[in-house]
């Protein structure tokens, strides 16, 4: 988590190509952000996930998220 937290709290700063389709809708709230944030007592994780959308536009985005997996397969 240490190492990709500054790209999800700043995606601009992502130093190598857009290789992901929706890399525009990307980040989503990951649930390994929101436990890491409670797990390690990291309160700058808890903030970010907090700010980041919860719903994609998209469907096809919205499957590749942890929850829509379980909705689209």
């Known amino acids: 988590m240490a190492f990709v937290f500054p790209f ?9 190509a857009h290789a ?8 989503v709230r990951q649930p390994s952000l929101l436990f890491a944030g409670i797990s390690l007592s990291k309160p700058q ?9 919860q719903i994609r536009l ?7 998220t942890p ?3 379980r909705c689209f397969g």
């Open 8 to 16: 999800i709290a700043d995606k601009k700063t992502w130093p190598h």
């Open 20 to 27: 992901v389709e929706y890399f525009d809708e990307w980040p």
């Open 45 to 53: 994780y808890l903030a970010v996930w907090s700010k980041l959308i």
């Open 58 to 64: 998209s469907k096809k985005s919205f499957a590749t």
């Open 67 to 69: 929850y829509g997996s």
